[in-house]
């Protein structure tokens, strides 16, 4: 995907090089008025990195010692981070088996007085249930951030992800839908005073150079990142359809492989396949096996938060969320990168029938 795009981004290396402006100018300017653009959202706040995205998200909000935070039980541990950095405790609620995204029937059990917040993570690229998450959390006063670190341009009933939560962070890592050069993300919101919280909290709490407002953090996107971003976005919604169309085949390939789970989308939603996740019989011997016929896979993730070392302390055990465990012990994520061919598809179906029908 970088090959044809390879000239305009050295030209732009080249312009930022000569710029002799480095973090925090003009480039990062006009990437998030062209990033808010594409998010339909009123502001978009270049930040260094998803984690950091979202922990200042959950700072603007006030969020911190003493409160708890709901998050899904299977998302990636930079959503729980994010809610200990800044002192609060994070609450899982267990995922739908089929979407792999938070269950909206399982919040409210989950809500207690000092609950203040819920982040919904739009996990694979597959839009969460945004009406009824938002209907709860309006019933019991609780702040929404949506985690669209992996599923920009997705959308539920037709709005778009990062445009339903009070504030919303997303991830630029190279590996994302939208990736840069590095490390990079952003916070989006339609609420002005957010929008100015996070701006000054991004660059040492200061508004006016050397003067402080806040204990701020240096949470800044660099200019030549920004000037990447600016060009790979406009490549985003091809390579987002390339994505599913190759996500179509793969459906259509593997379809009669019983041993094989497959994505499945909820009917209001968009999938923008971050990830071709499935759930395999026999898992670990499949990914060997792939692995000899030169297929990489990985999975998403091997160790849900509850049960990682950092979080013991919260003292859950095997069992805890039997959803999530799942996931864990049987997901698989399949080849997917925009301008993947239908004969790579066909290639690595080929492979995993042959696993389970052996000659
Ligand atoms: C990648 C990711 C993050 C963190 O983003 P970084 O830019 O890597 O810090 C957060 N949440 C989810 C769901 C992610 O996939």
Not at 70 to 92: D, E, M, Q, R, Y
Not at 186 to 193: D, G, M, P, R
Not at 201 to 218: D, F
């Amino acid at each position: 995907m970088h090959q044809p795009i390879k000239a305009e981004m050295m030209q732009a290396f080249e312009a930022f090089y000569d710029s002799h402006w480095f973090v925090l100018g003009e480039r990062v300017k006009a990437f998030e008025q062209e990033y808010s653009h594409f998010n339909r959202v009123d502001h978009a706040i270049g930040i260094s990195n998803g984690l950091d995205a979202l922990h200042l998200s959950l700072l603007a909000l006030g969020i911190g010692e003493g409160d708890e935070v709901i998050v899904p039980s299977n998302t990636f541990i930079a959503t729980v981070l994010a809610v200990s950095f800044v002192g609060a405790k994070p609450v899982f609620v267990e995922p739908n088996p089929d979407t792999y995204n938070i269950d909206p029937a399982k919040i409210e059990a989950a809500i207690s007085s000092k609950t203040k917040a819920i982040i919904p993570v739009h996990l694979y690229g597959q839009a969460c249930e945004m009406d009824t998450i938002m209907q709860i959390a309006q019933a019991h006063k609780l702040k929404v951030i949506e985690d669209n670190a992996q599923s920009q341009g997705a959308s539920f009933k037709g709005a778009l992800t990062g445009t339903f939560g009070d504030i919303n962070a997303t991830s630029f890592y190279p590996g994302k839908n939208l990736g840069a050069l590095g490390d990079a993300g952003a916070v989006c919101t339609n609420n002005s005073q957010l929008a100015e919280k996070v701006k000054e909290l991004r660059n040492y709490g200061s508004k006016l150079k050397y003067y402080h407002e806040s204990i701020g953090h240096n949470m800044r996107m660099d200019e030549c990142q920004a000037a990447f971003l600016s060009i790979k976005l406009k490549q985003l919604p091809t390579w987002t359809i390339q994505r599913q169309q190759i996500a179509n085949w793969y459906l259509e390939a593997l379809k009669n492989i019983p041993q094989v789970k497959l994505p499945q989308t909820n009917a209001d939603a968009t999938h923008v396949y971050h990830l071709f996740v499935i759930q395999a019989i026999g898992r670990d011997a499949l990914q060997t096996h792939l692995m000899q016929a030169g297929i990489g896979t990985l999975i998403h993730y091997p160790i849900p938060p509850h049960l990682q070392n950092a979080y013991s302390h919260l003292g859950y055990k095997q069992g805890d969320f039997p959803i999530a465990e799942k996931i864990a012990s049987n997901c698989l994520s399949l080849p997917i990168w925009p301008g993947m061919q239908e004969k790579d598809v066909a290639q690595v179906a080929e492979k995993i029938a042959q696993f389970y029908t052996p000659a």
